[in-house]
C-alpha cells in the first residue's frame, strides 16, 4: 500500500524548486531586457517649420522620423512658431517628414545622428498645397472640387427618400 502523505511530501520540494527556478530566469530576463534598451544611444534633432509666404513658423505640424525603409520610428507636433526637439536613436540615415492641414508634405535632408548630439536642422519651409481644379471646372469659372490629401472627394451617388409617415 502507498502511503500518500509521504509520497505527497517528497514531491512537493521538486515542484516548489521548478517553480522557483522558473521564476528565477523569469526575474532575470525581466532584467537583462532593459539593460540591453540601455545600451542604444540616442541624440536630438531640433529645427523649425515655416511658411515661406507668412515668414512665420507653422505650430502643430505632425513630424514623423523615417529610417532608410520609410519606417516611423518616432514623431511629435511642432511647437510655439514652428520649433521641434525629437529624440532619435543614433544612426541614420533618417529623414522627417513634415505634414500640416494646407500644406504640401515635405522631406528634410537625410541626416545621422551623433550618440549625445543635438543636429541643428536647417529650417524646413512647407509650401501651400492648391486646390486643384478639373479642366471642367477651370474652363467654367466653377468652384473647385472638395480636396482632401490630393485626392477629389466624390459625393455620395445615392438620393434620399422619405421615411414611413413623412409627406
Known amino acids: 500500500m502507498i502511503d500518500f502523505p509521504t509520497h505527497r511530501a517528497t514531491a512537493r520540494p521538486q515542484v516548489e524548486l521548478r517553480s522557483r527556478a522558473a521564476g528565477l530566469v523569469c526575474v532575470l530576463l525581466f532584467l537583462a531586457v532593459p539593460a ?4 542604444q544611444a540616442t541624440g536630438f ?8 509666404s507668412a515668414s512665420g513658423g507653422i505650430t502643430g505640424a505632425m513630424l514623423q522620423v523615417l529610417d532608410p525603409d520609410s519606417t516611423v ?6 511647437g510655439a512658431n514652428g520649433t ?22 515635405t522631406n528634410s535632408q537625410p541626416f545621422e545622428i551623433v550618440p549625445g548630439d543635438t ?3 536647417p529650417r ?3 509650401l501651400p498645397d492648391p486646390v486643384r481644379r478639373t479642366p471642367k471646372e477651370s474652363a467654367r469659372g466653377e468652384a473647385p472640387a472638395a480636396d482632401y490629401g490630393s485626392s477629389a472627394i466624390e459625393p455620395p451617388r445615392y438620393a434620399l427618400r422619405p421615411g414611413p409617415g413623412s409627406k
Open 36 to 39: 540591453g534598451a540601455a545600451a
Open 45 to 52: 534633432v531640433q529645427g523649425v517649420v515655416q511658411d515661406p
Open 73 to 78: 520610428i518616432g514623431s511629435a507636433f511642432s
Open 84 to 105: 521641434f526637439l525629437l529624440e532619435v536613436v543614433e544612426g541614420g540615415p533618417y529623414v522627417i517628414r513634415v505634414q500640416s492641414m494646407g500644406f504640401r508634405i
Open 119 to 121: 543636429l541643428q536642422l
Open 124 to 126: 524646413i519651409s512647407l
